[in-house]
């Protein structure tokens, strides 16, 4: 694990929904760190808060959410010595930094393209416009980068796609468009929120390639979002497992996977198919779901699906985190020691 100063430092992020039923939170106190030129795996099931703290980073919450409370330290400035570190959230949103950082220093590519690229504007008009906010480049300087990024990410005989509408290309097409824009302002971090979960797995080998080669070429950091743990095992260097709005576990990549403290990691890791292993046998999965959030279990969230939970502990007081050192760190009582537990494995 990393010890500089992050590029990038969530603490205490709170997030929630205002609904006919009553406030949901959706992110509940999380903490991250994403490190310049590493890449930070978020996994998860679906509704665990990830997509939500990926948007509260560039204040992208559409009503009716609400950030309530936490900092976002951006620290891309001090990190290379053209300014000072700054808290996203306690940016006014007409404040120059917050339209500097969204697509110019943050770059963010979304799970859907089809519906992040606008429909009624050609792939080319929708990258000069990127490239003419974050550039000081001319109209036509602006045409011939956007050919030459269409070219970098792959996407053939770019000279006439310029020119092309979303609905002109295909999936893999569109989501390479998309990196493209995310990145012609050749930013320090980029946020990929399940770039590839639509996509067929040889086009998401060939994305999650072009990512890492793009990633190697500009020496960017990469906040990669995912429920797929083959690619976490294939991007990540630092790993966050996200369960009901909180992370309950940190871990460099090898450690997560050789050696797994919190019983939600464990049932992830172990519900993963080995190749040869798990012929004719049926994978273990973790039962029930995520719990709705508006109805938020009593003491640790996870303890009505956990194989290792405690009776008259787990379900009634708040899991402490505990750190392992090294910045890993894992939110269960199995490794806080206490009449109950006193000599579980740690
Ligand atoms: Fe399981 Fe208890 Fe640890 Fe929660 S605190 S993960 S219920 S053992």
Redesign the pocket.
């Known amino acids: 694990m990393e010890h500089a100063r992050p590029l990038l430092e969530i603490s205490g992020l709170r997030t929630s929904f205002d609904t006919y039923d009553g406030k949901v939170r959706a992110v509940d106190g999380v903490d991250l760190a994403v490190h310049a030129g590493k890449t930070l795996c978020v996994v998860g099931e679906s509704g665990c808060g990830k997509s939500v703290t990926a948007r509260s980073i560039l204040r992208l919450v559409e009503d009716p959410g609400r950030i309530e409370s936490g900092t976002i330290a951006w620290n891309g400035h001090e990190l290379d010595g053209t300014g000072e570190s700054f808290d996203i959230l306690a940016l006014d949103p007409k404040d120059k930094r917050l339209g500097r950082l969204r697509g110019g220093e943050i770059g963010m590519i979304f799970q859907e393209p089809a519906a992040s690229l606008l429909p009624l504007r050609t792939i080319g008009a929708q990258l000069i416009e990127t490239l003419r906010i974050h550039t000081d480049l001319s109209k036509k300087a602006a045409r011939a980068k956007a050919i030459e990024l269409l070219d970098s990410v792959g996407i053939p005989d770019p000279h006439r796609r310029v020119d092309a509408y979303p609905f002109q290309l295909s999936g893999g097409m569109c989501q390479r468009a998309m990196i493209a824009i995310a990145l012609c302002a050749n930013p320090s971090l980029l946020i990929a929120d399940e770039p590839t979960t639509a996509l067929d797995v040889t086009t998401q080998a060939r994305i999650l390639d072009l990512i890492r080669s793009l990633q190697a070429e500009h020496g960017m950091a990469v906040m990669f979002i995912t429920h797929d743990l083959g690619v976490v095992a294939e991007l990540a260097d630092e790993v966050a497992v996200m369960y009901l709005g909180r992370v ?1 576990e940190r871990a460099g990549v090898e450690e997560l996977f050789a050696d797994p403290k ?3 990691t464990k049932a992830l890791l172990a519900s993963v198919p080995v190749l040869g292993r798990d012929r004719g046998r049926d994978l273990p999965t973790i039962p029930g779901a995520v719990p709705n959030p508006l109805h938020r279990p009593t ?5 009505p ?6 009776a008259g ?3 009634l ?1 708040d ?1 402490p985190e505990v750190d392992f050192g090294g910045g890993r760190t ?6 806080a020691p206490s009449e109950d537990t006193e000599g579980a494995t740690a």
């Not at 003491?299 to 303890?303: M, P, V």
């Not at 699906?305 to 405690?310: F, N, Q, V």
């Open positions: 309950v919190h019983p939600y003491g640790c969230s996870f303890h699906r956990c194989a290792e939970a405690i502990r787990c379900d007081d899991p894992a939110e269960c009582v199995l490794y």
